[in-house]
C-alpha cells in the first residue's frame, strides 16, 4: 500500500527571523474567525429555516364584514388605523383597524358603490351606479350610532353631507391632495369642485369607458386613467387638457402611482401581469410582474415605493420588490374569493384585501414579523440575520428554502399550463426567425411588445 503524504517547508511562507522558531502565520485580529463564511452561511440557513417556520401572513377580518362582495377599499392619509369600504349592495363601512370594529355604517347608493375616496378633511366620497357622488361625515360627535341587528344606520340621511347629481353611472372616484377637488371616472372623466353641484371640466379623450382614475400625491395635477379601450391616458388639470394616451394589447383594470417616485406608475392587466410605466416615455414598461395566473384586479404601492401588491382574479394576492419581476410572496385562504381590492396601511406593516366572499382581510405585509415590542438585543439579532440572508440569498438551499410557497392546486395547475404555453410560443417564433429571411423578424423585448401605440396631445 503506498501512503502519500504532504510535505511544505515554512521557509517557502514564513519570513526569516533571528530566532530559532518560526512561528506559523496568523492574523491577530480578534475579531475574525478562520469558518467566518461557514459560521455565517450556517446561521443565515437557520434564520431562512425560522423565517419560513413562523410565517402566518393571516391576522384577520374587520369585524362582520359586508353583505357582498367587497369592491373597494379608501386609505385615510392622515391616520395609520382608520379606511373605508364599499360593497357590491351600495354599502360603505368606515373601520377602526385597532379594534378591527366598524364606526360608521352608511347604505349610499341603490346598487354597487363603484368608488370611494376619504378627503384631507376627514370626509368620506362615494359613487356608484345610481348615478350620484355622495359626501360623508366619518365624525362620531356628529350622529348617534344606531345599530339594530347589525343593520346599517336606520336613518339613510344620517352622516350625509352633500349630494352631487351625475349625467351617467360613475366608475371610480379619486381626491386631489390638497384641494378641494375630486375627479370620477365613467363614460366621462369629470373634474369636480367639492363646493359645486356640478362638475367643473370634462377631460375625456375618446368615447369609451372610464374604469379607474387617479391623482398623483406628487405632482398633484396629474391624472391618470385606465379605460375599456384598452388605453391608459394621462390628463394636466393645470390645462385641462389630456397629455398623452398609450394602448396596450390588453384591457388594464387598474392604476396606483408611485409615492416616491412621482413619474412612476404601475397598472393591473387582464394578461396576468402587472407593469411599471414612466409616464416621461410610455412606448416601453419599466418592469413587467408576473407570476399571476389570471387577471390582476388592483394593484398599490406602499408608502415607502420599494414594493407593490396586486390582488387577482385567481384568488391569491402577490407582494413584489418594485425592481423585480418575480413575486416574493403569494398570500392565500381556503375561504377567500376573487381579489378586488388590496391596499397598503399608512405605515406599511399591513395589507388589506377585499373579495367577493364579502370579507375585508387584514395580512402582515412581512409574513414572519411581529408587532410585539423587542428589546434591543432581539432587534440586532434580527436585522443581524436580515442581512445574512441577504447576502447568502443565492445560495442553492437558502434559495431554495426562501421560495418555497404551498399554493392552491388550482393555481398549481394553471401555472403548469401557462409554463407550458409561453415555452411553445417561443418556440414557434424562434421556428419562424430561423426560417424566415434574415432580419425580417427581429427580437421585440417583452416590455415593448405589449404597447400597441402612443398618441401625445400635439399629435391628437
Not at 147 to 156: L, Q
Amino acid at each position: 500500500m503506498k501512503v502519500k503524504t504532504i510535505s511544505r517547508s515554512s521557509d517557502t511562507y514564513v519570513p526569516v527571523r533571528d530566532t530559532q522558531e518560526s512561528p506559523l502565520p496568523r492574523n491577530l485580529n480578534s475579531a475574525l474567525h478562520p469558518f467566518e463564511r461557514a459560521r455565517e452561511y450556517t446561521r443565515a440557513l437557520q434564520a431562512t429555516k425560522l423565517e419560513r417556520m413562523f410565517a402566518k401572513p393571516f391576522i384577520g377580518q374587520l369585524g362582520d364584514g359586508h353583505r357582498d362582495g367587497v369592491y373597494q377599499i379608501a386609505k385615510n392619509f392622515n391616520y395609520t388605523n382608520q379606511i373605508a369600504s364599499g360593497s357590491g349592495d351600495g354599502v360603505i363601512k368606515y373601520w377602526n383597524l385597532t379594534t378591527r370594529l366598524e364606526t360608521a355604517s352608511f347604505r349610499a347608493h341603490y346598487g354597487m358603490c363603484s368608488g370611494l375616496a376619504i378627503t384631507p378633511e376627514n370626509q368620506m366620497l362615494s359613487c356608484g351606479d345610481d348615478k350620484t357622488i355622495k359626501l360623508w361625515s366619518v365624525d362620531s360627535e356628529e350622529f348617534d350610532r344606531d345599530i339594530r341587528d347589525d343593520e346599517v344606520y336606520t336613518n339613510k340621511n344620517q352622516g350625509l353631507i352633500k349630494t352631487y347629481l351625475g349625467e351617467h353611472a360613475f366608475k371610480g372616484i379619486d381626491h386631489h391632495r390638497n384641494e378641494p377637488i375630486f375627479v370620477t371616472g365613467g363614460a366621462q372623466i369629470q373634474l369636480w369642485d367639492i363646493n359645486r353641484t356640478k362638475h367643473t371640466s370634462d377631460l375625456s379623450w375618446g368615447a369609451d369607458n372610464v374604469n379607474t382614475v387617479k391623482f398623483n400625491q406628487t405632482e398633484t395635477n396629474i391624472i391618470a386613467s385606465c379605460g375599456s379601450d384598452n388605453s391608459i391616458v394621462l390628463y394636466d388639470i393645470r390645462t385641462n387638457t389630456p397629455i398623452q394616451k398609450c394602448v396596450t394589447s390588453f384591457r388594464n383594470n387598474c392604476i396606483s402611482w408611485n409615492p416616491m417616485e412621482a413619474f412612476n406608475f404601475a397598472t393591473g392587466n387582464e394578461d396576468h401581469n402587472a407593469y411599471l410605466w414612466d409616464m416621461r416615455n410610455m412606448k416601453k414598461s419599466l418592469n413587467i410582474y408576473k407570476d399571476h395566473v389570471a387577471a390582476i384586479m388592483d394593484v398599490d404601492f406602499s408608502p415607502t415605493g420599494e414594493e407593490l401588491v396586486t390582488g387577482s382574479y385567481d384568488k391569491t394576492i402577490r407582494i413584489y420588490k418594485t425592481r423585480q419581476g418575480h413575486s416574493r410572496d403569494i398570500y392565500h385562504t381556503k375561504r377567500m374569493q376573487r381579489v378586488f381590492v388590496t391596499k397598503f396601511t399608512t405605515d406599511a406593516r399591513y395589507i388589506l384585501s377585499g373579495s367577493d366572499d364579502t370579507n375585508v382581510r387584514v395580512w402582515r405585509t412581512v409574513a414572519s414579523d411581529r408587532a410585539n415590542v423587542k428589546s434591543m438585543k432581539q432587534r440586532s439579532r434580527l436585522e443581524y440575520d436580515e442581512k445574512l440572508k441577504e447576502r447568502f440569498q443565492h445560495m442553492p438551499e437558502i434559495k431554495r428554502i426562501s421560495r418555497h410557497r404551498h399554493v392552491p392546486k388550482v393555481v398549481k395547475k394553471a401555472q403548469e399550463i401557462k409554463r407550458i404555453e409561453i415555452e411553445s410560443i417561443k418556440r414557434r417564433e424562434e421556428n419562424e426567425r430561423r426560417h424566415a429571411k434574415q432580419g425580417s423578424k427581429p427580437y421585440i423585448s417583452e416590455r415593448v411588445k405589449h404597447v400597441r401605440g402612443v398618441v401625445n396631445d400635439k399629435d391628437s
